[in-house]
């Protein structure tokens, strides 16, 4: 039951994450309007778009520590080095840019280019204590970095009627307190400061390692948000900002599929082929029969809180939430078989060809869709694209493991006992907890 406890707590911090970012987003949708909540989508679209080509070396980091057992001040050390230059030269290189060429209009993205450095030094913190299987940890950075922000928005946006630059500047300070505060917590691992822990051979390893697994990222990014480039492209801020609340609405789902995936991602990696094989099958069961009743859920909910909650204006962003909805569930399952790829394989190479074929499906038919059906066709894109790729990642991975396909959507009578002693354990502790308090 450690999978499933790590799993439940994890699930409990993201849940806890997700309320927080939803919040979050129906205040930008309230206080900005439907346009400047779109520019500043774009804002963290191009921060995401950064982080997934610079903060490559997240997956390296869980890989030398747990599979590999390299020490942690060692592999901790190094990748940080590198990550804070890597950051210090994207901050001078952008402001060579704008001072080359003023008439680039990019002034708005400044705010990417100052949190650079933080957004790399948070994913190599994941990466670590990921690697050292201390999850707890992982959860409380994603925790810390949006309770911060909802903070300093609520007070932007009720004391100060802050607009989009101010938002931006609350976004990047919360960045910066919540790496300091890692930093602190992880002092252990990196204090004091030892040249010699900064080995110039083991960063090539995990460069090479780690641009494979960035290369995944960077085409599973795109993957998931190239249809919201292209609604802004052809559609503008405002359908965008429609547009968002629906990707975002549908994307709740996978938070789910997240808990599972990062409570097994050191356990993939330590234990052997076959009981990870197994145990990757079992987490996508898992993640599907619990997607399946959240979006049925969802389904129903969303006409009635979306008007409610973000304000009528944001009707239209309805039809493309439910279509969008079935295409993101089937893709909940691509994160748990990524991480059998890439920390039992260490053939990240299969989730690459994956998002590829994902991330084509979605360029070709949102291009076709988009400028005809407006943001509906970039969900029928996306939602397309998911159902394809999944099907073949599904192909793959039982001809690597040789598990049959039931395996992977069957639920056993094992799992449904595993659920029932779940429930049993979770009702013990509130009884005690209930107990003891009152």
């Not at 090479?208 to 697994?213: D, N």
């Not at 480039?229 to 547009?243: E, H, P």
Request: aromatic share 14%; proline share 3%; net charge positive.
């Amino acid at each position: 039951m450690g999978i499933a406890t790590d799993s439940v707590r994890t699930y409990l911090f993201r849940i806890a994450t997700l309320t927080i970012g939803f919040i979050m987003g129906v205040l930008t949708a309230r206080f900005l309007g439907p346009a400047g909540k779109g520019d500043f989508s774009l804002i963290l679209l191009v921060s995401s778009l950064y982080t997934n080509v610079f903060g490559n070396l997240s997956g390296a980091i869980t890989y030398q520590i747990s599979r590999l057992h390299r020490p942690p001040q060692l592999v901790f050390t190094t990748a940080n080095v590198y990550s804070w230059v890597v950051g210090v030269l994207t901050i001078l290189g952008f402001w060579c840019f704008t001072s080359l060429f003023p008439e680039s209009h990019l002034n708005l993205y400044w705010f990417v280019a100052l949190n650079a450095p933080f957004v790399l030094a948070l994913t190599n913190l994941s990466g670590t204590y990921l690697g050292l299987n201390r999850v707890v940890v992982v959860n409380w950075l994603g925790l810390t970095s949006g309770a911060i922000l909802f903070v300093f928005m609520t007070l932007g946006f009720f004391g100060l009627k802050m607009g989009l630059r101010g938002t931006a500047i609350c976004w990047v300070t919360a960045q910066i307190l919540t790496v300091a505060g890692g930093l602190w917590v992880s002092r252990r691992i990196w204090w004091p400061f030892e040249r010699r822990n900064v080995q110039p051979g083991l960063l090539r390893e995990m460069l090479s390692f780690g641009w494979q697994l960035g290369l995944i990222n960077l085409v599973t990014f795109l993957n998931y948000r190239v249809d919201m480039f292209l609604v802004a492209k052809f559609l503008g801020s405002r359908q965008l900002g429609f547009y968002s609340i629906a990707v975002s609405g549908a994307e709740m789902l996978w938070f789910t599929s997240s808990a599972i995936g990062t409570a097994i991602y050191a356990r993939v990696g330590m234990v052997e082929h076959e009981a990870a094989s197994r145990l990757t099958a079992r987490a996508a069961r898992h993640t599907l029969v619990i997607n399946m009743v959240l979006g049925f859920l969802m389904w129903l909910g969303f006409e009635f809180l979306l008007p409610f909650v973000y304000g009528e204006i944001y009707r239209p962003s309805l039809v493309p939430f439910r279509i969008l909805l079935p295409g993101v569930l089937a893709y909940g399952l691509a994160g748990i078989f990524s991480t059998f790829f890439a920390n039992q394989l260490g053939k990240p190479k299969f989730s690459l060809l994956i998002s590829s074929i994902s991330m084509s499906v979605n360029i070709i038919v949102s291009l076709l869709l988009i400028p005809r059906l407006g943001m509906s066709g970039g969900a029928w894109a996306t939602t397309l694209s998911y159902i394809i790729s999944i099907m073949v990642l599904l192909g793959i991975f039982c001809r690597q493991t040789k598990l049959p396909l039931r395996e992977l959507l069957m639920i056993t009578q094992k799992d449904l006992d595993d659920y029932r002693l779940l429930v049993k354990n979770i009702i013990a502790y509130l009884k005690r907890k209930f107990y003891l308090e009152g």
